[in-house]
Structures are given as C-alpha cells and as structure tokens.
C-alpha cells in the first residue's frame, strides 16, 4: 500500500469521526422529529433514481428537525464532505487557503485595504503597491497607535471567529484583556490586519455596524470549461455587532439570480426566521446593488484558482461602489447554509453537479 493511498484512508476515518461528533452535536440543538418510512423511502428513491447512490437519511432528519421543511434533495452531509474533498482537495486547500496569499493568488481582484499580514510567522508591511518583510518588534511599534481596522485569521477560520476590531491608543488595546503582543501571538504567526471596509448604503442600510457581505458559489463545470454561478445568500449583522456571519447571531438571507432577497432569512446558531432586519428593512424583493457585478467579478477570479473547482465568496460592495472580494473558501460550510435556503445549496445546479460527483467524470469531455 503507497503512501497516498494511506493518506486517502486516513483522511477518510478523520471525516466520518468528525460528521459523527457533528451529529451528535445538532442532535441536541433540537427536538429530533422522526421521519416516516415513507420520507425515507422518498428519499432514497429520489437518490437512487437520479444518481445511483444510497444515502444516510439521519441528515434530512436533522434539517427537517431544525427548520420544520422536509425536502427530498437535501446534500446529507457525508455526501457534502464526499463533494468538497473531490471538488476541492484537502491538500491543496492547505496551502492555499491562507488570505496572505491573496495578492498573489487573485491579483486582478480588489481586495481589503491592507497594512500588515502574517504568514507563518513572517510578517509584512503593505507599501507602495507592495510589501516588505519586517520583525515582530517592528510591527509592535508600528501598531502602537492604530484605528478603524480588523484583526483575523489568515488560516483555518470560520463563522467570524477570531474577527475583530483593531484600536490601539498608546500601546494600549482598547476593549482587549491583555497588552498587543498577547493579541497577537493568539493568532499563532497567521493573521491580516486591514482597513474596515465600509459598505455601499445598500448593504449598510440593512445594518450600518457590520461589513454585510454575500457568499456567492461558483463551480468550475470542466465539460463546459466555463466557471458557473450556483447560489448565492447575504449576510447582514444584527444591530452594535461587527460580524454578519450567522453561525455569530447575523441574519443570512437567500438572493435570487436576479439579484433580489428572498421572503426570510434565518440565523444559524440559534435558528430562527426573520422578514426583516434590525433596522426595518423588509427582505422580500430588496434589490440587491451590482448583484451581477459581483458574479461576474468571482467568476472571473475562480479561473486564477485550478486547484478548486467549487468556491464559496465572500464578496461586498464598498462606500465607492467599488466590489470588495473578502475571502474565498475551497470548502464553503454548506450543510447547515441548507436551512438558508430551506433547499440544497446547489439549487438549479444540484443535478448537473451531483451527476458529476457521482460518476466520477469531472475530466471528461
């Protein structure tokens, strides 16, 4: 047995002893409403009908449990993991995924003003168009007296975590138990510190505290060479918070192609429905600015990134009406995003794709 193959098998355990602890997780977030045989033959049909597989229907009772819509094409969650390592190997997520990178790896997009990042440890200073590397006493110095910028993780981050608001005064974090390097060695040698960006009054209407920003999925479609928009939702903080993301108490509201809110959007730790955000805005029909813009803009980007075939952006539209790209991310979180939409993420998509995953054809003609 090579080494590779031992890596695959490894790999394998890791994810299945990982959905397991996911499992039993949700399954006390909610009372467990018990399918029917007949859902679960539904199911099963639809999955063995249309792709020839068998499916673990414990995942359809969980979405079903949580947000009380039962569907047949939910992704079971296994299956999610099947697609996102297929699509987006694990391996080159690794390197790849890191925000430092960014400037290499889309430099053609617009990315966050930014003023210091550090990757493995190797710290940098954004100059002219470029960067220099500098020492940590450096950028201690260089932070004594900062503002109106974020701090977060360049690797390995999820749900806004680690995300927060720089104000340095005299040495002195503001809002921070603990002196700046303490801040900083949390981040264990792997961070970017950039300028706050602030929305367009489209999206800060909805809440003016956080930066609201959508995640658009893109897929390369290898028989078509084309890179093609699946789906997309915004993210819209709740009233004083920074963050938007839903799994940190933000709103996530589905967006039509066309660039519209859908009726309701819910957030995700706690799961709860909403018509409207905090400020009164009602979601259903809200246009969405430079919708198509922003498609078009990851699109383009994705063809800089071979390695991945599926993506999830998160992309916004700044005070200049200028597209922001954010972040990406190889391996959006789509199992629970499915309670977003009340419906697969792969929406339209889903048979294209799942036909592809399953027959394991992606680099055919």
Request: hydrophobic share 35%; charged share 25%; net charge positive.
């Amino acid at each position: 047995m090579n080494i590779e193959r031992i890596k695959k098998i490894v790999l394998s355990l890791m994810t299945k002893n990982s959905i397991r602890k996911y499992y039993n997780r949700l399954k006390k977030t909610a009372k467990i409403q018990k399918l029917t045989l007949t859902q679960k033959f539904e199911i099963q049909k639809y999955y063995q009908d249309n792709y020839g597989v068998k499916v673990n229907t414990k995942w359809h009772e969980i979405l079903y449990s949580i947000s009380g819509v039962f569907r047949v094409d939910y992704m079971p969650f296994d299956v999610y993991h099947h697609l996102i390592e297929s699509f987006s190997p694990f391996a080159f997520k690794k390197v790849q995924d890191d925000k430092v990178l960014y400037d290499w790896l889309l430099p053609n997009v617009r990315l966050p003003n930014r003023y210091y990042s550090s990757c493995n440890g190797v710290i940098y200073k954004y100059i002219d168009g470029g960067k220099i590397e500098i020492h940590f006493r450096n950028l201690l110095s260089a932070l004594a007296n900062i503002d109106n910028c974020i701090i977060k993780p360049s690797k390995d981050s999820s749900a806004g975590i680690g995300v927060r608001g720089l104000q340095v005064s005299d040495g002195v974090v503001v809002d921070y138990d603990g002196s700046l390097e303490k801040l900083l060695k949390s981040y264990r040698g792997n961070f970017v510190i950039e300028e706050k960006v602030v929305c367009c009054d489209n999206l800060r209407n909805l809440n003016p505290s956080s930066c609201n920003t959508l995640r658009i999925h893109t897929w390369r479609n290898r028989r078509e060479n084309k890179i093609e928009f699946v789906s997309a939702f915004l993210r819209v903080g709740r009233k004083g918070s920074l963050i938007d993301n839903g799994f940190a108490g933000g709103i996530a509201i589905p967006i039509g192609e066309n660039g519209t809110l859908s009726n309701s959007g819910c957030t995700l730790k706690t799961y709860h429905r909403y018509e409207q955000s905090d400020t009164g805005i009602t979601f259903k029909g809200y246009k969405i600015q430079q919708f198509e813009e922003m498609v078009e803009v990851v699109c383009k980007a994705h063809h800089n990134l071979p390695h991945f075939d599926f993506i999830g952006w998160d992309v916004t539209v700044n005070n200049n009406n200028e597209v922001v790209v954010i972040e990406f991310n190889p391996d959006p979180d789509m199992r629970l995003d499915q309670l977003i939409f009340l419906d697969n993420c792969l929406l339209s998509k889903q048979e294209q794709i799942y036909k592809v995953l399953f027959n394991h054809d992606k680099d055919s003609d």
